[in-house]
């Protein structure tokens, strides 16, 4: 399918406007980069604690987030996490605020003080403890602690399996237990035990369900081998290309393309002072493919025209190449936009780093092939050309 016909723009002509455009641009990206000390690294490469929790009813966000700052956790982020059925939130909290005398266990034990004083039924003022934030170990000494239980369980069952018992019902049922009555289905356990138990414990109205801890090592190793891996492809591309056009300049100045569609979407999360996890460099790596893939489509347009129109001009071939390949770039990158825009709206908080980056990098990538990469080849020529004139020049 073609979507337009017979174009005729003149896009080398206006090539100091696109690469004067560009180079602010990029120097904008570099001067935030600089002024910030860098991109805002996730907890994946600065290090820190993600702990996940669920609640029994819709989280409110914003009271989360009051009450952390109220116990010096303002710069936490907190962000939803599955379906929004789940009630699940994930709360991030960075190096500094988890770390001390290196004992990394330290956020989630104030994310847990903090919930408790914000999440805190009656029952839980009365002295019980929570049995929805007890591991297997915790839970079994606690229901050690209750005289008599033993002697009222069912006959072979011990506290041990009951423990076991409520730790297993409590997973099957999405981390939390919604009531101590639901706990009848526990085998072993009778109605005269349930209610020794239902005077030292209550279900609260969330619990924890898993904890990621990232040491500052880990994270600087991410850091270096993220930098590695977008180098790496950087520049087995540029060789690839260099041998696939039988030229360096064309492998160069998609590299050049690509380094400058880089540099800027990291500098839009610059500006808008977005987190860099490992999902952003994931799409970073995407955009890296996408947009050689689009410059190679373009570039190889170049040449077959070089071959079939070798009396025009180099810029009339170029801007003919563009305009013939302007259409299959409209359509690919335009498709492409309007699902990584779909997944920015709707996809949620997790992946809202990789779809920013992805709407960015499609925006840029596709400038750059046109724009950029092209424009730079006829640079190039015009420099040989007069560097031979002056050659030629000088001998006579």
Known sequence: ??????????WIGK????????????????????????????????GGTLVYVKFK???????????LKQRGLGESTIQRFGPESDHEVIISLDQKMTVSSGEFDQGQSKIAETLNLSFRPLEAKSGKTDLNNLGTARLEAALSGIPGLQGVLKSGTSIGDVSKGVISYRNSHGGLVGSLDDLRAISGLTPEALSLIRERFYVGEFAIIK????????????????????????????????????????????????F???????????FFDKEISLTVIAALLTLVGYSMNDTIVVFDRIRENLK???????TSVINRSINQTLSRTILTSGLTFMTVVSLYIFGGEVIHGFAFAMVIGILIGTYSSIAIASPLLVIWYDYQARKKGLAKAANY
């Open 260 to 270: 400058h569609d880089v540099i800027i979407t990291v500098g839009f999360f610059s």
């Open 1 to 10: 399918m073609q979507l337009l016909k017979n174009v005729n723009v003149d």
């Open 308 to 314: 079939i129109l070798r009396r025009e001009p180099l």
């Open 15 to 46: 090539k100091e406007i696109f690469i004067g455009a560009s180079f602010l641009l990029f120097l904008a990206s570099i001067v935030s980069l600089i002024i910030k000390h860098g991109p805002r690294y996730g907890i994946d490469f600065s």
């Open 57 to 67: 009813n819709p989280p409110q966000l914003d009271v989360i987030r009051g009450a």
């Open 211 to 258: 904890t990621e801890i990232v040491g500052p090592k880990v994270g600087k190793a991410l850091q270096q081998q993220a930098i590695s891996a977008t180098l790496y492809a950087l520049g087995g591309m540029l060789v690839y290309i260099g041998w696939r056009f039988k030229g360096a300049i064309y492998g160069t100045a998609a590299v050049i393309a690509v």
